[in-house]
C-alpha cells in the first residue's frame, strides 16, 4: 500500500504565486520525495493541467502556467523522485530502476489534487515524462482494482509534448538497430555514458549559449547526467508494454513538423527536433492510442514550448483548441 508523508510547502523558486508542496515515499531502494508545484489562484477551479517533464529536466516553464490559468484551468506541475527539485543526496540524479517507480509520483499527485477540489486532470507531458504518463495510464486502465484504494482525481485527457515513444532513428533504422540495442544494455546494466561536449540542443536552449531561456544548469546540465544503460533498458521495456496495452483516452500528441538531430549546426538544428525522430514518434503514437489527434508544429523545437514566439504560439493555440473541443 502506497503511504506517503508530506514534508512542507513553501513558496517555489519561482517566485509568488508559485508554491512548492514535498512529498516523501518509500522508493525501489531508499525513500525518496516528490514535489508538486502549484501555481496558486484567488478562485481555485475544479479542473487542471498537470505537467510532467522529460528526461534531465525539471519545471521552470513559469509563462507556461500563467497562460493555462487564463483558460481556467488549475496549473500544477511535477517535479519527479531524482528530478529537479526532487534531488536528494541519498540518492543519483535521474536514477531509474524501471518506469513503474514514477508511478508512485503520480498517485500521490492525483491523490493530492483530490484532496484540493481538483476533479478532472488533463496530463500534459513532454518528452520522456510523456511515455511515462502513458505508461501509467494505459497501467490504470487495466489495473484499476490495484489503485481502488487511493482516492485520485480522474484524469480525462492526455496532451504529449514530443513524446519518448521509439528510439530516436528513422523507423527503417529503429526496426534494424532495436535488438543490438536491447542486447548491449541487459548484458551491461549498469553501464553508462557520460557526454563530453554539451549538446548542441542545450546550445539552442539556453540563455549562456545561443537560447532564451534560464534554467537551474545543475538540474538540467548542458551535458545531461550520465545516461544509465538500466535506464534506457528501461525506456524499451515501457515503450514495448505500452504499445501492447493501448490507451483509449482521448489524447493529442504535437511534434515538430521535421527532425533535425543529425544536424551540427546550432542554427539547423533550431529548424525542428534535436533530440527524438518525428517519424517513428509518430508510428509509436498511431500504433498505441485509439482517440489520437497528432498536430505538428512547424519550427517546433523538442521541447515545443522552448520553440521560438510563433511556434510556440502555434503549440498553445493547438493545445487550446483540443481541449475546447474535446473536453
Known amino acids: 500500500m502506497l503511504t506517503w508523508q508530506h514534508l512542507h510547502s513553501k513558496e517555489d523558486l519561482l517566485g509568488s504565486p508559485f508554491i512548492a508542496h514535498t512529498f516523501a515515499f518509500q522508493g525501489v531502494a531508499t525513500q525518496v520525495v516528490t514535489t508538486l508545484v502549484e501555481y496558486e489562484t484567488r478562485t481555485p477551479k475544479k479542473r487542471a493541467i498537470l505537467y510532467l517533464h ?3 529536466d525539471y519545471f521552470f ?6 497562460h493555462f490559468t487564463e483558460q481556467e484551468w488549475q496549473f500544477y506541475a511535477l517535479d519527479l523522485q531524482g528530478y529537479g527539485r526532487s534531488i536528494r543526496p541519498n540518492s543519483r540524479p535521474n ?11 503520480l498517485r500521490i499527485a492525483l491523490c493530492e489534487l483530490k484532496q484540493r477540489g481538483i476533479e478532472e486532470v488533463v496530463l500534459l507531458a513532454h518528452s520522456t515524462g510523456g511515455l511515462i504518463a502513458s505508461h501509467f495510464l494505459a497501467h490504470l486502465a487495466r489495473n484499476s482494482t490495484a489503485d481502488s484504494a487511493l482516492d485520485m482525481t480522474k484524469v480525462t485527457g492526455l496532451i504529449l509534448n514530443s513524446p519518448f515513444l521509439a528510439l530516436p532513428f528513422s523507423p527503417e533504422v529503429t526496426k534494424r538497430v532495436s535488438w543490438p540495442i536491447w542486447l548491449t544494455v541487459s548484458l551491461l546494466p549498469f553501464h553508462s555514458i557520460r557526454e563530453k561536449d554539451i549538446s548542441l540542443y542545450a546550445r539552442t536552449l539556453h540563455k549562456h549559449f545561443c537560447g532564451e531561456w534560464e534554467y537551474r544548469l545543475d538540474w538540467k ?3 545531461g547526467f550520465p545516461l544509465s544503460f538500466n535506464w534506457l533498458k528501461q525506456i524499451l521495456l515501457a515503450q514495448k508494454q505500452v504499445k501492447q496495452l493501448g490507451l483509449a483516452l482521448p ?4 511534434c515538430s513538423s521535421a527532425t533535425t538531430r543529425h544536424e551540427r549546426d546550432p542554427e ?13 514518434m509518430t508510428l509509436a503514437a498511431q500504433q498505441t492510442f485509439k482517440d489520437l489527434q497528432i498536430e505538428r508544429i512547424e519550427g517546433g523545437f523538442h521541447d515545443l514550448y522552448l ?14 483548441q483540443w481541449l475546447a473541443s474535446r473536453l
Open 54 to 56: 522529460g528526461y534531465t
Open 61 to 66: 516553464q513559469a509563462d507556461l502556467a500563467q
Open 95 to 105: 536514477w531509474c530502476e524501471n518506469m513503474a517507480q514514477y508511478h508512485d509520483d
Open 221 to 223: 546540465p548542458a551535458k
Open 251 to 254: 489524447t493529442l500528441m504535437c
Open 268 to 280: 539547423r538544428i533550431k529548424q525542428g527536433d534535436g533530440v527524438l525522430d518525428v517519424e517513428s
Open 307 to 320: 520553440s521560438p514566439l510563433p511556434s510556440r504560439q502555434h503549440y498553445l493555440a493547438a493545445i487550446d
